[in-house]
């Protein structure tokens, strides 16, 4: 008898806005962007981690990434979103699920994600432990990331038992 593998498919959402502070760094993907403006978050912000990790408890079933790790715990403030997704995927492996892949399509007018879309998928696949894409993607103008405001991204991942 041939055994059924359970798939899931989990899909997930981050969008973050920029700030002005000077003591904070935009991080996609791991990446730190120099001279670019930060985005404003509890954590430090990385919206291709929040939302692969986001993706990743909706598949399994467990809730959200504001569930997990609130912005009212300081236990959270500037944490390492790569680190927070590693902790998410253990979770995942831990019922027994197999993460498939996943791919984050980044949505930004800036900064330029191509030169470091290697790094970025690396260091993602790293922390999630399986395959991930990055993708990325303008706004042509519309809306407010359009109008440079922040930077938005959506992720599917697969999962397997």
Request: charged share 20%; aromatic share 4%; glycine share 12%.
């Amino acid at each position: 008898m041939t055994a059924i593998t359970e798939v899931r498919v989990g899909q997930g959402f981050d969008v973050h806005r920029f700030g002005v502070d000077p003591d904070r760094v935009l991080v996609l993907g791991g990446v730190t962007f120099v001279g670019e403006r930060p985005l404003i978050g509890h954590s430090d912000a990385d919206v291709p981690a929040h939302a692969i990790a986001d993706a990743l408890l909706a598949a399994a079933g467990l809730g959200d990434l504001g569930q997990r790790f609130p912005d009212t715990d300081p236990a959270w403030a500037g944490a390492d979103s790569l680190e927070l997704l590693r902790m998410v995927a253990a979770e995942v492996r831990d019922l027994g699920w197999t993460v498939g892949n996943a791919s984050a399509a980044v949505v930004c007018e800036r900064p330029k994600l191509a030169p470091h879309r290697t790094e970025m998928q690396a260091n993602l696949s790293a922390a999630c432990g399986a395959p991930v894409t990055v993708t990325g993607r303008r706004a042509e103008g519309l809306g407010a990331v359009g109008r440079v405001e922040g930077i938005a991204c959506w992720a599917t991942v697969v999962i397997t038992r």
